[in-house]
Nanobody, 125 residues
Framework: QVQLVESGGGLVQAGGSLRLSCAAS????????MGWFRQAPGKEREFVAT?????????YYADSVKGRFTLSRDNAKNTVYLQMNSLKPEDTDVYYC?????????????????WGQGTQVTVSS
């Protein structure tokens, strides 16, 4: 069982930056691939970014955030970070951290086994 707790959300002006953190419980954090998704009210959850397990550091991003968001992990701290730069009003969503036991880069919501409760990001124009 893995418990995930997101933090770092908030209100920022367009063009600004935020860094989201996702802290995981357990001693097997490095074995999990990690991902971020986001969801607006009344809409389906949308893939944002994912990073492979262990220390490989390979990442994959949704086209909508590529070049603006950077995902990284610190296995010693059981934490992943989503650095979000050049934020746009359309980035306003609840952001969720997720962990997968499956190998490879996963972009499907159903591939993830554990989810955090989410953190709100609001970008004002």
């Amino acid at each position: 069982q893995v418990q995930l707790v997101e933090s770092g959300g908030g209100l920022v002006q367009a063009g600004g930056s935020l860094r989201l953190s996702c802290a995981a419980s357990g001693r097997t954090f490095s074995t999990y691939g990690m991902g971020w998704f986001r969801q607006a009210p009344g809409k389906e959850r949308e893939f944002v970014a994912t990073i492979l397990n262990w220390g490989v550091g390979t990442t994959y991003y949704a086209d909508s955030v590529k070049g603006r968001f950077t995902l990284s992990r610190d296995n010693a701290k059981n934490t992943v970070y989503l650095q979000m730069n050049s934020l746009k009003p359309e980035d306003t969503d609840v952001y969720y951290c997720a962990a997968t036991r499956s190998a490879g880069l996963k972009i499907a919501e159903r591939a993830y086994d554990y989810w955090g409760q989410g953190t709100q990001v609001t970008v004002s124009s």
